[in-house]
């Protein structure tokens, strides 16, 4: 029988410096998972980052931090090697890389729309690549994209659009993945309270926001909680493992497909 909980397992997390990334961790350490690695951009997310090495490790797991651009397909590969060199394998590779840019079309330039496309297309790609070559027979692979992937609205043409093709990257890698046991999945919350979220948003706009969902009225501020979300991701890289191939909105209602 295949082990599908957390125990003796090594988690890779993509963005695990803070806001999801950092919950996720502490919560997988605390559930079970033996290492986990915790993958930050930059200089400006290191404080970030090293906090939450201290806190997981203060919950019993091991923590190393590695830094990468992941907009660098070579940075990707580089990634995975070190979490395998340092742990000895990868078990579960979880995504939570983003940028999210809030702009009419007619004002978005070129250098933006490429910006956007790097981080919330092409790090996933090679996340995704690198993850199929590396992870472990009945791995677990998880992506987060967005819930305006179900929605109709103006102004994030380069932030959903260099979202929407994860979709078609993770049914791709579920398929190809899938013959060793490796699920494959993608999650899009809502708009989160985070800073990711308050940065591209005036007043009017958060206030929309928070009443969007048809559940809003049950929600601490409206909008969708990290703490609501990463239940969900720790099912997925444990015991929802036959759901594969799918992007799985979770959102309280704010959008549907």
Known sequence: MVDHSL???????????????????????????????VH????????????????????????????????????????FDDVRARFGKVDIAVNTVGMVLKKPMLETSEDE????????????????????????????????????????????????????????FTRAAAKEFGERGISVTAVGPGPMDTPFFYGQEGDDAVAFHKSAAALSAWSRTGLTDIEDVVPLLRHLVTDGWWMTGQTILTNGGYTTK
């Open 113 to 168: 729309y490429d910006t956007m496309f790097a981080i919330n297309s092409k790090s996933a790609f090679f996340f995704l690549k690198e993850a199929g070559r590396v992870l472990e027979d009945h791995g677990k692979v998880v992506t987060m994209v967005t819930s305006l992937l179900g929605a109709f609205t103006p102004f994030y043409s380069t932030y959903a659009g260099g979202k929407a093709p994860v979709e078609h």
């Open 40 to 79: 930050y951009n930059s200089e400006a997310t290191r404080a970030a980052a090293e906090s939450t090495r201290d806190e997981v490790k203060a919950l019993g797991a091991e923590c190393e931090l590695f830094q990468a651009d992941l907009t660098a397909a070579a940075n990707a590969t580089q990634l």
């Open 7 to 37: 125990n003796d397992k090594v988690v890779l997390i993509a963005g695990g410096a803070k806001n999801l990334g950092g919950l996720l961790a502490r919560d997988l350490a605390r559930n079970g998972a033996r290492a986990i690695a």
